[in-house]
């Protein structure tokens, strides 16, 4: 009976001791996620433009930074149900903000939480959560005037899983820098000092919405700053993977609700000290890579997605990741898709409707900053011929565009019309029907909100 008692016990301790030794191994993840923020607003890029963004920028030399990271959709609740879940919209069904999952779908919060880990989330949701521990602290409305952060809830999770033993993920999402950009202080960026973006109208309402957006980002790039502190404070920095993602971009013309890189292309800094050495890569990866990541980190078998672990990458193993990135535009019946790689980007553009952007976003009433900054484009073009074309840029689309994105990372100057590139496209062309078929993937026109608008009145009729 003793002997039994004492095996009992052993065996007990040997699963305490088990319990003890994976906490400590497995590594923590904190994930703090921008919201509409473009690749161009943080220095440590090669084309920073107008900002402060000292500990984005600190972070990124002690980590691995992505060159040429892109999200599938240029839209909020798309990207984020990229990034949780490692499926791209053909999979989930998840085109827009308008469109919802076509059935169940497991996240990091249960990749992870199979592995032991405690998974949390604060501020910004923009899909379903439940899932996931909900942490006090940050803001969730991205359209709040005056959103609020602290860290003390973020640091009261880490406590209470350390408590339990077990690892931690917490995702740290930011509502800055999306509009209506009233936070942080505009008199750090001289509106003479801005520097407007190549494919920009510039006019003294676009140099405001630069400003102040750049103003929002400097209060995202404190967040990333105490988030960092608060890792050191609690002697946690060395065994935590601390990514950093600026989501997709501002909400200006060709960026948030477009295919173009101002749009689809991310920072993404991935640090993990002693185990990371930091790097600048050129593979070319996507939020979709994420989830996948985590998972082999920790030691688990990458789950069923559309992404793959990024970990060779990290390690230094290889600069070669993904051949390409797919994109895909589809809101308010316009529908685009695109693929790049390191050196070229292919868009198709099937359908030439108005754009949602335009048609919503930007009509003659609307109050965002944004809109205000077009109705003076629009108002420049009648007598200026550049900012025309500037216009029409975002207007009209050929049925084929094709950028050098190496040496053209504006997208200006678009080559499908050269005869010297005609092998390039065809090429392009071929592989991106290739992967609409691989995926099951389809143009629409249908515009979810329009089509939900359309049921609740034939309900009422019906009625």
């Not at 600026?246 to 295919?259: D, H, M």
């Not at 198709?348 to 108005?354: G, L, S, Y």
């Not at 207007?395 to 994105?405: D, Q, S, T």
């Amino acid at each position: 009976m003793k002997k039994s008692i004492r095996l009992w016990v052993s065996a007990v301790l040997a699963v305490i001791v088990a319990t003890s030794v994976i906490a400590e191994e497995k590594p923590n993840f904190v994930i703090v996620l921008a919201d509409d923020v473009s690749w161009s607003s943080f220095g440590c890029n090669d084309s920073g433009l107008y900002t402060r963004t000292p500990n984005i920028d600190s972070l990124a030399g002690q980590g691995v930074r992505f060159t040429n990271f892109m999200g599938s959709v240029a839209q909020c609740g798309p990207l984020r149900h990229e990034l949780y879940t490692g499926l791209l919209p053909p999979s989930s069904g998840v085109y827009s903000n308008g469109s919802k999952p076509r059935g169940d779908y497991k996240s990091i919060a249960n990749f992870l939480g199979d592995l032991g880990y405690k998974v949390g989330l604060t501020g910004k949701t923009h899909f379903n959560t439940a899932d996931f521990h909900k942490v006090p602290g940050f803001t969730s409305n991205g359209n709040d005037s005056a959103p609020t952060w602290e860290m003390s809830g973020i640091k009261q999770f880490i406590e209470s899983s350390q408590s339990e033993n077990k690892p931690f993920c917490v995702v740290v999402a930011s509502v800055h820098a999306h509009h209506p950009w009233t936070m942080g202080d505009p008199t750090n960026f001289p509106l003479d000092q801005i520097v407007v973006p190549p494919h920009m109208v510039d006019t003294p309402v676009t140099r405001e919405a630069l400003a102040i957006h750049a103003a929002e980002v400097e209060v995202l790039d404190d967040q990333v700053g105490a988030t960092m502190k608060l890792l050191d404070d609690m002697k946690l920095a060395e065994n935590t993977v601390l990514i950093f993602l600026s989501e997709q971009g501002t909400a200006l013309p060709n960026g948030k609700w477009s295919i173009y890189d101002y749009g689809t292309k991310a920072l993404c800094l991935v640090r993990w000290p002693g185990k990371i050495k930091p790097a600048v890569t050129d593979a070319v990866a996507m939020y979709s890579d994420i989830a996948s990541t985590l998972v082999d980190i920790a030691g688990g078998v990458a789950p069923a997605t559309d992404g793959e672990s990024l970990f060779s990458v990290l390690n230094g193993e290889t600069s070669h990741h993904r051949e390409h990135a797919y994109l895909i535009h589809q809101a308010g019946g316009y529908t685009q898709r695109a693929i790049r790689n390191k050196e070229f980007k292919l868009v198709w553009n099937p359908e030439r409707k108005v754009d949602y952007f335009l048609d919503v976003l930007m009509e003659p009433k609307s109050g965002k900053f944004f809109a205000k900054a077009w109705r003076e484009w629009l108002g420049k073009a009648q007598t200026d011929p550049a900012a025309q074309a500037k216009i029409d840029r975002v207007v009209k689309h050929p049925e084929f565009e094709l950028y050098n994105i190496k040496n053209d990372p504006w997208e200006l100057d678009n080559l499908a019309h050269n005869p010297a590139y005609s092998p390039k496209l065809e090429e392009m062309h071929a592989q991106l029907k290739a992967d609409m078929e691989t995926l099951n993937d389809a143009f629409s026109t249908v515009d979810p909100k329009a089509e939900k608008r359309k049921r609740k009145e034939q309900a009422k009729q019906a009625d």
